[in-house]
T-cell receptor
Framework: GAGVSQSPSNKVTEKGKDVELRCDPISGHTALYWYRQSLGQGLEFLIYFQGNSAPDKSGLPSDRFSAERTGGSVSTLTIQRTQQEDSAVYLC???????????????FGEGSRLTVL | GNSVTQMEGPVTLSEEAFLTINCTYTATGYPSLFWYVQYPGEGLQLLLKATKADDKGSNKGFEATYRKETTSFHLEKGSVQVSDSAVYFCALSDRNAGGTSYGKLTFGQGTILTVHP
C-alpha cells in the first residue's frame, strides 16, 4: 500500500498475556518510529529505528516492552505480560530520513488500539 | 530535556471565527517545529513546519511563526471551518549546531478543536 500499515487495528487481551503489534512502513523509508497515545495524553515516544538498529529506545516504559525491525522494513512491538496501564493506541510512523531533517516528514499509520482487561 | 506545552483544550468555535492554539517549547539545541493534525478516524498528518527562527509555516489557511525569543510556535487561522475540527499537535525535533537531527519528534499533549456551523 501507499501508506503506513498497522495491524491489528484493535486488540483486546487479558492481563498477563503477551501481544505483538506490527508496522509496515512506506517502502523506502529508512526511519521508523513507535509512539503511544493514551486517552487525554499526548504522543509518548517509545523507540525509533534507523535501518534495523535502534539508536534511541529511551521511551520504552519497562523491560516488558521490546521492538525489532528486520530487513529495514517491517517492525514488531512486543509487550510481554500486559498490564491494564498498557491500554492505549500504539502509533507507528515512518520517514525517508530522520525527523526534523531534510525529507524527515513523519507519515503515521492509523494505530493499533490495545485494551487490556 | 526537550518538551512541548500546548494550550489546554478543548477549544470550541463557531464557523468563521479566528483560531489561536498556543504552543511553547524547550529545547537544548536548534529545533525544527511542527504542527500535526489528526482528523476523526484518520492518522496524524503534517500540517506545517518551520526549521529556523522567524520562519513562517503555512498550509490550508493555517500559519505559525517560529519565535525563538519567546520559544513559541502558535497556530493561527483567520476563519475556521467545520472541516477543521480535529486534534492539533505541536511538536519539535531537536538538532545539533551542525543541523543534524537527534532523530525523534517530541509532541505536546494535543488540543481538541470543535467548530460548529
Amino acid at each position: 500500500g501507499a501508506g503506513v500499515s498497522q495491524s491489528p487495528s484493535n486488540k483486546v487481551t487479558e492481563k498477563g498475556k503477551d501481544v505483538e503489534l506490527r508496522c509496515d512502513p512506506i517502502s523506502g523509508h529508512t526511519a521508523l518510529y513507535w509512539y503511544r497515545q493514551s486517552l487525554g495524553q499526548g504522543l509518548e515516544f517509545l523507540i525509533y529505528f534507523q535501518g534495523n538498529s535502534a539508536p534511541d529506545k529511551s521511551g520504552l516504559p519497562s523491560d516488558r516492552f521490546s521492538a525489532e525491525r528486520t530487513g529495514g522494513s517491517v517492525s514488531t512491538l512486543t509487550i510481554q505480560r500486559t498490564q491494564q496501564e498498557d491500554s492505549a493506541v500504539y502509533l507507528c510512523a515512518s520517514s525517508l530520513a530522520l525527523a526534523g531533517g531534510p525529507h524527515g516528514e513523519l507519515f503515521f499509520g492509523e494505530g493499533s488500539r490495545l485494551t487490556v482487561l | 530535556g526537550n518538551s512541548v506545552t500546548q494550550m489546554e483544550g478543548p477549544v470550541t468555535l463557531s464557523e468563521e471565527a479566528f483560531l489561536t492554539i498556543n504552543c511553547t517549547y524547550t529545547a537544548t539545541g536548534y529545533p525544527s517545529l511542527f504542527w500535526y493534525v489528526q482528523y476523526p478516524g484518520e492518522g496524524l498528518q503534517l500540517l506545517l513546519k518551520a526549521t529556523k527562527a522567524d520562519d513562517k509555516g503555512s498550509n490550508k489557511g493555517f500559519e505559525a511563526t517560529y519565535r525563538k525569543e519567546t520559544t513559541s510556535f502558535h497556530l493561527e487561522k483567520g476563519s475556521v471551518q467545520v472541516s477543521d475540527s480535529a486534534v492539533y499537535f505541536c511538536a519539535l525535533s531537536d538538532r545539533n549546531a551542525g543541523g543534524t537531527s537527534y532523530g525523534k519528534l517530541t509532541f505536546g499533549q494535543g488540543t481538541i478543536l470543535t467548530v460548529h456551523p
